[in-house]
């Protein structure tokens, strides 16, 4: 199981913070948020701008990640 | 000093940490809630936060500006949730035995704050609210 979580407006679109992901074998992370494009189409226009994070980190696109990772999704930052 | 807070943040308190014998300067970063932004008044903000990595992210920041600058202190506190016009919403402060280190590495900080640490911001409107998304939007 991956474990998505989604914030700010991404959130208010998928309609939920936290989404799990059942998976065989390693996903790329670009793999993963085309999982979400399908179950949620309005994403898709985030997908040349959204952020993305493996277990708190930055990720690339291509990065794998296993069942047990967090992957998050969120747009540029507007802290401070 | 690192934290993510849901109260008002009590800076003069808090710089007390880092007023140590050692330092000569204090320079301080407060992040203030303007009451209008893209020419529309604002009414009040909400802040959100991917709480782990934010705390990871400004750790980061942190670390970097103590292995570049000679300092003596360094503190970042950013507050969530609703934020009335005119409160802080982040606080940064750091002391160095001269003040030139100091107010580099605090623009260091606060600069790399709003690229890298996530957080975002929704502002409220009269007719509605609006996340906003990236640096400088």
Avoid at chain 1, 24 to 42: A, I, N, S
Avoid at chain 2, 26 to 38: C, K, M, S, Y
Avoid at chain 2, 51 to 73: D, Q
Wanted: hydrophobic fraction near 40%.
């Amino acid at each position: 199981m991956i474990q998505v979580r989604l914030f700010a407006s991404l959130k208010d679109i998928a309609g939920t913070d936290r989404i799990e992901l059942e998976t065989e074998g390693p996903l790329r992370v670009r793999d993963v948020f085309e999982r979400l494009v399908r179950q949620h189409p309005e994403l898709e226009r985030y997908s040349t701008v959204v952020q993305r994070a493996v277990n708190e980190e930055y990720s690339s696109w291509e990065k794998e990640v296993v069942s047990g990772d967090e992957v998050a999704f969120f747009p540029p930052v507007s802290g401070g | 000093m690192i934290a993510l807070v849901k109260e008002e943040i009590r800076s003069h308190e808090l710089i007390q940490q880092i007023v140590v014998p050692e330092a000569g300067a204090l320079v301080t970063f407060d992040g203030i809630v303007r009451n209008h932004a893209r020419g529309r008044k604002v009414q009040y903000l909400e802040y959100e936060s991917y709480g782990s990595m934010a705390k990871r992210e400004m750790e980061e920041i942190r670390a970097e500006a103590i292995e570049r600058w000679p300092l003596t202190g360094l503190l970042i506190v950013h507050r969530l949730g609703r934020l009335e016009i005119g409160e802080s919403s982040v606080f940064i402060a750091v002391s160095a035995a001269h003040r030139g280190d100091a107010f580099e590495a605090c623009r260091y900080a606060i600069d790399t704050l709003k690229q890298t640490v996530p957080i975002w911001k929704k502002e409220y409107y009269d007719d509605g609210e609006v996340w906003i998304e990236g640096y400088g939007a």
